[in-house]
Each structure stands twice: as C-alpha cells, then as structure tokens.
C-alpha cells in the first residue's frame, strides 16, 4: 500500500459516495488507475463494504447500552458457540472479545428501556454459556464512526 492507496482509503472514509473521477481528482489520479486501485483494495478486502452511516434517534433507536458478558468456559467449543450466536441479535450493533474479564462487549440500540429489559431478558441473557451480564447504559455518544487515522 502507497500514499495514493491511504489517499483514497481517507476520501472514501469520509465520503463513500465519491464518483471515481472526484475521487481521482482529490487524490491527483486519472480515472484508470484510480479505478484500478480502488478495485485492487477491494478484491484484497481492504476495502471492506460501503454504506450509509445512519443516526439511531432519527429512526426511533432513542436507547444504548453497553453490556459486558462472562461466560462460564472459554473453551474454543464455548466460545465459537457463544460468537456464532451473538450475531442473531440485530440490537447487537458491535460485539468485541476482551481479554482478561469480562470476556465480550456487546454494543445495544433499542428504542427505549422497556425494549431493552426485554431484549436482556428474551435473549441476551438466553446466548449460550453465558455466566454473567452486566450493562451500563450510554448517556452520550461523543465520538461516531470514526475514519480509521491515515
């Protein structure tokens, strides 16, 4: 990866939108080889999708919590169980593994507290091997979606 490559991966953080001729000119590239590298980073993954960045409250998503989970074995088996499921829990916008504990961090939209309760209830405490749940709800968001630093 050259300086054009982290010149293009930085205007396309900031606007994914960009036809490939803005994007060219920003950068100092002709049409060609600016496609050609943008596919490039594509095909190596490097450029992983595109989408529109939506705010939450706008849609009625008006609630966030962070909860942190400790499972009851972190055997590769428990794990890869608990990790294969975590992702059929749409309110689950972000989900990292820790090390030490708690072992995961889960990122949770909902519209409002009740939906929440029963969203802990129905099924963040039902994941598999799942020990112990604590949340702590979000007052603010400060920072969202920030650009990767190039």
Do not use: W
Not at 32 to 53: K, M, Q
Not at 84 to 89: L, M, Q, T
């Amino acid at each position: 990866m050259d300086d054009y490559d982290r010149k293009i991966l930085a205007e396309l953080q900031k606007d994914g939108r960009l036809s490939l001729t803005d994007l060219g000119e920003r950068i100092g590239l002709s049409l060609s080889p600016c496609h050609r590298r943008v596919r490039a980073l594509e095909d190596a993954g490097i450029i992983a999708d595109y989408r529109a960045t939506i705010d939450p409250a706008a849609v009625g998503l008006n609630f966030a919590a962070i909860v942190f989970v400790s499972l009851k074995a972190t055997d590769r088996d428990s794990v890869r169980t608990f990790e294969e499921s975590v992702p059929s829990v749409p309110e689950i916008i972000q989900a990292q593994r820790l090390f030490g504990d708690p072992d995961y961090i889960l990122n949770i939209v909902t519209t409002d507290v009740a939906a929440f309760q029963k969203l802990y209830d129905d099924s963040l405490s039902t994941l598999p091997n799942v020990l112990r749940l604590r949340s702590t709800l979000v007052m603010k968001s400060i920072v969202h979606s920030r650009p990767l630093p190039f």
